[in-house]
């Protein structure tokens, strides 16, 4: 039975789109990891000060040419919204720098221990701050992985600060977002400029103690910075514009895995048993989740087919 052109179209849009978003969290997963390491010897701060400097100047000029600025002033509006950015931005900032001192320091691990955890924060704080309620599949999942970090803190005795960092920071980055209802592209154009002129003062900082100036290729990497940061949030949009919800709450398990593979089988990075206790509760919690997510999307589809 041949397909309708109409039908052929939907396909190859819908293939487009799932294409663009596994690139997109294969880049976060594993090419971001693999670039940042490449700068090593050059302090987390002075990474995350050119990743904002050089997404400004792509993104900018992206903006600029596609949008105008106008687009940029009716994303800020007035100063409530001026203080919604304020807020984002440092959420933004504190989610780069953790991520990548964890990068520097080895710590990629406990990075990847970090974005598992995030979708189930974002439960969280759907119930806190949204009046969600969770089923009882949800909570069994948010109590599993909370044993999963509370067996690390036992072993280790100590809290896995950047796991919990990164989770919190990006769920939260996320849930403000969410309700700002804040253009994906102009928003990080808008948090970071608003970092530039602090960005810019510590660069001429740099350059006057001496510490600043790398090789040729350091240079560059550093340049592409802005690219790095901006192409796979292009990709991440063009995926999430045509695809299910679903699909791309667990395609996003690609970022985490990727991360831990790299850490453990490229970078040495230890890999104890008590991390084996903590992500087989953190896999076994995102299962529950999954499952109950896929259950409950199927069943809203099968009711809306019926009306």
């Not at 989610?95 to 964890?102: D, E, K, L, Q």
């Not at 940061?229 to 991440?236: C, E, K, Q, R, S």
């Not at 831990?260 to 992500?279: D, K, M, P, Q, R």
Request: charged residues 10%; proline residues 3%; glycine residues 10%.
């Amino acid at each position: 039975m041949a397909h309708s052109p109409s039908a052929t179209a939907a396909e190859t849009t819908t293939t487009g789109a799932f294409t663009a978003a596994v690139a997109s969290f294969l880049l976060w997963g594993l090419v971001n990891p693999i670039y940042f390491k490449l700068l090593n010897g050059i302090g987390a701060v002075e990474i995350v000060a050119h990743r904002i400097l050089w997404t400004v100047v792509l993104v900018g000029a992206a903006v600029l040419v596609l949008k105008g600025p106008a687009a940029v002033v009716a994303a800020v509006g007035g100063w409530k919204r001026l203080g919604i950015f304020v807020v984002t931005t440092l959420l933004v900032t504190a989610n780069w720098t953790t991520f990548i001192w964890a990068i520097v320091n080895n710590r990629l691990v406990e990075s990847s221990l970090g974005y598992y955890i995030n979708p189930l924060v974002s439960v969280l704080l759907g119930v806190v701050f949204l009046g969600e309620r969770l089923n009882r599949r949800q909570g069994a999942a948010v109590a599993i992985a909370a044993l999963g970090v509370a067996s690390l803190v036992v072993s280790h005795g100590s809290v896995p600060w950047v796991a919990l960092v990164l989770a919190s920071s990006f769920g939260v980055y996320a849930l403000v977002r969410k309700k700002a209802a804040i253009d994906p592209v102009i928003g990080l154009l808008v948090e970071t400029l608003l970092l530039i002129p602090a960005v810019l003062v510590y660069l001429l900082w740099l350059g006057s103690q001496g510490s600043f100036g790398h090789d040729v290729g350091g240079s560059l990497l550093l340049v592409l910075a802005g690219p790095m940061t901006a192409v796979p949030l292009v990709l991440f949009m063009v995926g999430a514009a045509k695809l299910k919800l679903t699909t791309m709450g667990l395609l996003q398990y690609i970022v985490p895995t990727g991360q831990l593979l790299l850490g453990v089988l490229v970078y040495g990075e230890a890999f104890t048993a008590a991390h084996g206790i903590a992500f087989a509760c953190i896999w076994v919690a995102l299962l529950v989740f999954s499952a109950d997510a896929f259950t409950t999307h199927r069943a809203a589809r099968a009711a809306a087919a019926a009306e």
